[in-house]
Nanobody, 125 residues
Framework: QVQLVESGGGRVQAGGSLKLSCAVS???????????MAWYRQAPGKQRELVAS???????NYKDSVKDRFTISKDIPKRTLWLQMNSLKPDDTAVYYC????????????????WGQGTQVTVFS
């Protein structure tokens, strides 16, 4: 069974940076490589939203509000998904989740069944 564990969240002042990681276990390197992956976030009182996705071939997509600030990447040998977040804003405050096993529909990532427990990111001004 695939397990995802996020880490790297914390409190940071606006303009600062954080790097989130999502360690994947229960899946071989091959399975990790062929699966699409993504980061979502959920702010208090709001629905979970897609932040960034990375296809198995490496193509990335971002929510408009995080373009040029966030970078999604993955390390296949380490079976780890990353999210580098720069120039953070208070609106980025949320619990961040990684997801795998999804698919692309009309160019947009649709979540799979495997979710992590989330990591809290709080940005204060």
């Amino acid at each position: 069974q695939v397990q995802l564990v996020e880490s790297g969240g914390g409190r940071v002042q606006a303009g600062g940076s954080l790097k989130l990681s999502c360690a994947v276990s229960g899946a071989s390197t091959t399975i990790f490589r062929i699966n699409h992956m993504a980061w979502y976030r959920q702010a208090p009182g709001k629905q979970r939203e897609l932040v960034a996705s990375i296809a198995n071939g490496g193509t990335t997509n971002y929510k408009d509000s995080v373009k040029d600030r966030f970078t999604i990447s993955k390390d296949i040998p380490k079976r780890t998904l990353w999210l580098q977040m720069n120039s953070l804003k208070p609106d980025d405050t949320a619990v961040y989740y990684c997801n795998t096993g999804g698919a692309f529909s009309e160019g947009s990532y649709v979540s799979g069944r495997s979710w992590g427990q989330g990591t809290q990111v709080t940005v204060f001004s």
